[in-house]
């Protein structure tokens, strides 16, 4: 079974005051096939974690490791963490003019591969995930995320994750700015990614509602760069109705 374990993970970033600590020592362990829901008020550090783990170069770990089935991921690059099987849906996807969402998809499923896929298998595959997430046949046509919803943004980080399969995806806030509908069919693609491939998933989010939809096996709250509570998800209930105020006062954190 795979384990992605996080072990006293520190991490700091520059900033226009000097260098700040953001994560002050993090551990967590997920494993094959388990949903664990990352939440917390803004400022926490829940993001900072999720880009260290990917790879952004903005992150400087200061201690700490992150191995993937015992093996250090934060001496690997960014392309090597994507092959060993670390997945990212950006809170904020950035725009690719002049690439197209085919090509970007079939390039991408090419370098973790190590080979291109055999053409009409991977078009049937694409057009069948597309048709999952309610995605119209020309939206593989468009540029990638120029000038899309925020909606149809989080629906292409989805089709990535079901088309590359993953070990591993960390989920930033997948459900910002979504509305009910397209909040239920991004969480049936995370669902059908987890059942159909065994998907590990570190889930961001602020709020309870996607968690109606993405059921977690374990929630994590996060205050000032450190785990403050763990359960299960009977926890993300009490934070829906009791907020962050008690965490908050003990911290210190605004």
Do not use: C
Request: zero cysteines; proline letters at 4%.
């Amino acid at each position: 079974m795979s384990v992605l374990e996080v072990k006293d993970l520190r991490v700091s970033v520059e900033t226009e005051q000097g260098t700040k600590e953001i994560l002050k020592g993090v551990d967590l362990s997920i494993a094959e096939g388990e949903i664990h829901a990352i939440m917390g008020p803004n400022g926490s550090g829940k993001s900072t974690l999720a880009y260290t783990i990917a790879g952004h170069p903005k992150y400087h770990v200061e201690g700490g490791s992150v191995t993937l089935d015992g093996v250090e991921v934060l001496t690997m690059s960014v392309d090597e963490r994507a092959r060993a099987g670390l997945f990212l849906a950006m809170q904020y996807p950035v725009e690719i003019p002049g690439v197209t969402v085919s090509n970007f998809l079939r390039t991408a499923k090419t370098a973790i591969a190590g080979e291109a896929p055999a053409l009409r298998p991977w078009l049937k595959e694409v057009k069948e995930a597309m048709t999952d997430l309610r995605m119209d046949k020309a939206f593989s046509e468009r540029n990638v995320n120029e000038g899309f919803s925020g909606g149809e943004k989080k629906r292409h980080e989805i089709l990535q994750l079901e088309l590359l399969k993953p070990k591993f995806a960390i989920l930033d806030e997948t459900d910002s700015g979504l509305d009910v509908d397209a909040l239920k069919i991004v969480s049936e693609g995370v669902n059908r990614a987890k059942d159909n491939t065994g998907l590990g998933l570190l889930l961001i989010t602020h709020y309870t509602r996607i968690l109606r939809y993405i059921k977690p096996d374990f929630v994590h709250v996060f205050v000032d760069g450190r785990v403050a509570e763990e359960g299960g998800p009977e926890l993300a209930d009490r934070l829906e109705d009791e907020g962050y105020d008690r965490y908050v006062s003990t911290t210190g954190v605004a």
